[in-house]
């Protein structure tokens, strides 16, 4: 939920969020901290705590970050909520999703294309998924022979 002063709209438009988020990397991109140690020269990457930042531009990264898509930032949002939780997945795809708006703003030319949310699904290697079931049921006990279906 946006904090008093932090100007976001209740619309469901795509476009006005993205300018929303925008905006506010533009007005407070120096003063955010979404790694460890950050600004700090020298300093080691644990995990602790993020830095505060700009607690505006946090609710709208947020609110981006939670959103339900099918995109590759949705899955990645998903993937990570699975093992790590959702506040966790949740900081992890606001830190990629600004990552991306900097390098945007950044230089003119470069533009976003969406990797699709089954990238990772696809990028598997199908021989080494069934190696891996295989091991898996061996370590369980069973003993396993494939054949290919017809």
């Known amino acids: ?3 008093a002063g932090c100007s976001l709209s209740t619309g469901s438009s795509a476009y006005l969020r993205t300018e929303l988020t925008v905006a506010h ?4 991109f120096s003063r955010t901290c979404s790694d460890p140690g950050c600004g700090v020269p020298g300093a080691r990457a644990s995990a ?5 930042g700009n607690p505006c531009l946090k609710a709208v990264l947020g609110e981006a970050a939670a959103a ?4 590759f930032l949705g899955e990645r949002y998903r993937r990570i909520a699975r093992r790590r ?3 966790k997945a949740t900081v992890a795809v606001g830190r990629s999703i600004l990552v991306i708006i900097w390098h945007l703003l950044s230089d003119p030319d470069a533009h976003y294309t969406d990797l699709g949310s089954d990238y990772h699904a696809n990028r598997i290697d199908p021989e080494r998924r069934k190696r891996t079931h295989v091991h898996q049921l061996e370590a369980l006990g069973y003993k396993v022979t494939l054949e290919p279906a017809a």
């Open 1 to 3: 939920m946006p904090r």
């Open 25 to 28: 990397v533009e007005a407070g």
């Open 48 to 52: 602790g705590r993020t830095g505060k």
């Open 68 to 71: 339900r898509t099918d995109t």
């Open 85 to 87: 939780g959702t506040s």
